[in-house]
């Protein structure tokens, strides 16, 4: 009788990991690779200029949702990093932060923004995720206040107003450089 309350109990068990594991990994599938959350997840413990070196290799390979999902939870990441951590040093981590932005981050902006309607998705699901996953490498609940404030830049880019002024924008600028 305990072999099988044992078994059973194990089996349960093993099945509940199961769905855990896969509930862990799908997240937007429609959106983003199983292999770019699994990314994110292991990011989640590393300093937030990681997230920009991954972004970079999803974007050499073409993965541009998968790209963008990375860059601007990186984004996030980097500005709390930033705002915990205050650093005023001209070679410092808001010097690096800028300089990313400007090279991998105008790329990516860029490309995100041929599709109008795919751009909000990205940014929806990059808000849901830094909602639902702490960032471990330096905690939210070490400044519960500054973390929930820095949505602010991305809620701002995820307006439609924003959006098609940042498209228009953009297309202008295209048709101009030829």
Known sequence: ????????LSSFVLFQLCVWGQKQTEFYPELFSMEVIK??????????????GAATEYYKDGKMNDAGFLYYLGDLRYRYYIATHLDEKPDGERAIFASLKSTIGSEINYRLGEDIDNYPKILDAVIEWRESNDFKFYSRKESPAKSLFKNW???????????VSDQTYKICNRNLNG
């Open 39 to 52: 990314k994110a997840t292991k990011l989640e413990k590393s300093h937030p200029l990681e997230f920009f």
């Open 153 to 163: 830049g991305i809620a701002k880019k995820r307006s439609s107003a924003y959006l």
């Open 1 to 8: 009788m305990i072999n099988k309350k044992i078994l059973l």
